[in-house]
Nanobody, 124 residues
Framework: QVQLVESGGGLVQAGGSMRLSCAAS???????MGWFRQAPGKEREFVGA????????YYGDSVKGRFTISQDTTRNTMYLQMNSPKPEDTAVYYC??????????????????WGQGTQVTVSS
């Protein structure tokens, strides 16, 4: 069982920046790690993902060019750097991990491990 702990959420002004962190208890069995978000009344949305062993990156269309995923393998930690956030980026952000390969990285049902979520609020 992999445990994930997010940190770094809060209030940010539109056009500013914020970095979220996701610390994993163990990455030995992890194939992909991802970020998803969910706004009130909306479905969970894919933000981006990383193939842990190679660092290959995948992004959702709504954040491409603004958000960047990175990793620190020495700390078993994945980051989400949010630049130029917009009010519509306001959501609870979740970190997720999966041991499965050959999945659709944007499909939340393919990730068995989830963090508790962290609220990000972007003010205009």
């Amino acid at each position: 069982q992999v445990q994930l702990v997010e940190s770094g959420g809060g209030l940010v002004q539109a056009g500013g920046s914020m970095r979220l962190s996701c610390a994993a208890s163990d990455t030995f069995s992890i194939y992909h790690m991802g970020w998803f978000r969910q706004a009130p009344g909306k479905e969970r949305e894919f933000v981006g993902a990383m193939r842990w062993s190679t660092g290959n990156l995948y992004y959702g269309d709504s954040v491409k060019g603004r958000f960047t995923i990175s990793q620190d393998t020495t700390r078993n930690t994945m980051y989400l750097q949010m630049n130029s956030p917009k009010p519509e980026d306001t959501a609870v952000y979740y970190c997720a991990a999966t041991p499965y390969w050959g999945i659709s990285v944007s499909n939340p049902t393919d990730y068995p491990y989830w963090g508790q979520g962290t609220q990000v609020t972007v003010s205009s």
